[in-house]
């Protein structure tokens, strides 16, 4: 990982770029392209973050005979791959709509529709899809029969994991949305997400997605619980602050208390508005800058866009970070205990999923 | 297949799924898992038909943008479409 060679004004560059581009202001407030930028670093460092088609797009909006061939030739192969996984999802919503199942596609092509209208504006690898417990049976089952192999070893505690071999695709279907609830007390409240569902437009066809205020939540939990290591989830929910002045506030920050996410929702609110300049509420801006251990908390996670990020530099830094982001101070006194306790019992976690 | 003609409406095939990478689109067939990929007249005519549109009006989209003579447009469009619509990216009706 070559992140320590990569200069501070490259990663200063990107970081401009992206809030610019995300603000949707017209000229990017840096200086000019040729002489200031090491293409090659730069490329990199947006494949590391994900966030390489929306360089891409800002590069060629504002630069249109300045864009690298290296990212041109990276963003296309990137969208191709883009446009089959999505293929491949609206493929599997129309079998299991027709055997009556309902499903939520959420990061990947679904995400990439929501907020950015274009599944070839965000980087994804595989799919996600949430489907009601007591319908995982007969989702897996069409799968399966669509020619999908099983990854027992690959499946977790919320998720199954199967895989395409022909096109390489792997689909990681949810029955639940957080892994390990009874380590990390975060609680979505699904039942009510699936209740408050809306309708996305995927390429032209209809599918369903999370309410903006279930997936804001949901960002932050992932954000957070990965360190918020790629700029791309900054960027997510940056862009969702923008694209979404309908929010409900109120119900989210309600909902962030019930389910035990309120600090994941602060760090994640905090780090878009900050380093990107994601729009937020006057309220909901002061209440977040106001808290104390978001701000710290904060700051770790900016610096590592300037430095290298924490968890490949400090490994145990990924377990016990989530610490800091749970919200009630008996859960994060027996957290450990709960996660040792967790590895202990779910060694063979795969016998668990079948019973599903 | 039918016919392409100045009268037929173009469809946009709802098996498919494009992206736009800047002055090139690229299609995706979902039934074949193939890709295509259009240029410069192609990407026109792709935008043109993203609601359904006679080939009169594509053509007289298309023949105001570019400087070719009206009997060479028509032959060339219709050439476009035909190709277009065997490959399953469009339906004719």
Redesign the interface.
Known sequence: MKSTLTSMSTRQFLVNRLRAYLAAELTPPDTPLAEAVEWDSLIQLAAFHRVAPLLHKSLRETTPGNVPPSLEAYVRSASSRGLLLTGELLRLLKRWEGAGVQAIPFKGPALAASLYGDPALRHFDDLDVLVRAEDFAAAKEIVLALGYQPREQHSLHESFSLFRGDVEIVLELHWEFMPMPEVFPFDPQLAESWARCETVSLGGHKARAFAPEDQLLYLCAHGGRHLWMRLQWVCDVAQLLRTRPDLDWARLMAQAQASGGRRMLFLGLYVAHNLLGAPLPPNIAQSVRRDRHTAKLADQIKRQYFEAPLAIIKPWKETLFPLQLIDHPIDRLTYLPRLWQYNLTHRNHHSKTSEV | MTPITLNSTII?S?DQ??????GEV?I?D?QS?E?YSLDRVGVHIWEIIETPTTVREILAAISGAYDVEPARAESDLLAVLSEMAQEGLIQVE
């Open positions: 946009k709802p799924i494009s992206t736009d990478l800047g690229v995706l979902m898992e890709y």
